[in-house]
């Protein structure tokens, strides 16, 4: 089945870098694009960027795009995102998913991993 | 940016009965040349991720129950749950997927009476 599973948590010192992986299953995944969408504790859902499946090509959501960093490697069908200068206020549950629409950048999101917790604390 | 505002922010219905959720955006997510609403609607149950329901505004993901359904055109939709079942205690978001940056609502907690 189609599905997208994620690294485990991680607790970072503020300034640290992250990186979260997301590794894809049961579709080509050079046919979709893969998404990042965090939600801090309690709240709602927020766009962070896209890359492509199928160039690598990326678009960031301009208040991440100097701290994050989207690659996506085909030959092991994985996604990652790489976050840097973390704060107290990044910690969050980070979540990949797959565009539904495939090609498409803008899009609604069919398939979810199923979160990385991130903490950042002194 | 396209604000997405939800109403109202909780919910509490009894069981077999309707919950109706409500959500307006800042600017039209009407798409004129194909006529599609670029709109959808998630679950969230507690401790698991989103769960996609509705796009384009009306048209049901597969495996999803026909007691959810999406309405709505330009910049005010509803999503309504029939027949409220003990499973559909959640957080449900709406989504608009017409600019970027991709946008949701803050979402409305429905809870069983």
């Known amino acids: 089945q189609v599905q997208l599973v994620q690294s485990g948590p991680e607790v970072k010192k503020p300034g640290a870098s992250v990186k979260v992986s997301c590794k894809a299953s049961?579709?080509?995944?050079?046919?979709?694009?893969i998404y990042w969408v965090r939600q801090a504790p309690g709240q709602g859902l927020e766009w962070m960027g896209w890359i492509s499946g199928y160039n690598g090509n990326t678009k960031y959501e301009e208040k991440f795009q100097d701290r994050v960093i989207l690659t996506r490697d085909r030959s092991t069908t994985s996604a990652y995102m790489e976050f840097g200068g973390l704060r107290s206020d990044d910690t969050a549950v980070y979540f990949c998913?797959?565009?539904?629409?495939?090609?498409?950048?803008?899009?609604?999101?069919?398939?979810w991993g199923q979160g990385t917790q991130v903490t950042v604390s002194s | 940016d396209i604000v997405m505002t939800q109403s109202p922010e909780s919910l509490v219905v009894s069981l077999g009965e309707r919950a109706t959720i409500h959500c307006k955006s800042s600017q039209s997510v009407l798409y004129n040349s194909n006529n599609k609403n670029y709109l959808s609607w998630y679950q969230q149950k507690r401790g698991q991720p989103p769960r996609l329901l509705i796009y384009w505004a009306s048209t049901r993901e597969s495996g999803v129950p026909d007691r959810f359904s999406g309405s709505g055109s330009g910049t005010d939709f509803t999503l309504t749950i029939s027949n409220l079942q003990a499973e559909d205690v959640a957080v449900y978001y709406c989504q608009q997927y017409f600019n970027l940056p991709l946008t949701f609502g803050g979402g409305t907690k429905v809870e069983i009476k």
């Open positions: 998913a797959r565009g539904k629409n495939m090609a498409e950048l803008r899009n609604t999101f069919d398939v």
């Open positions: 049961g579709y080509n995944f050079g046919d979709y694009g």
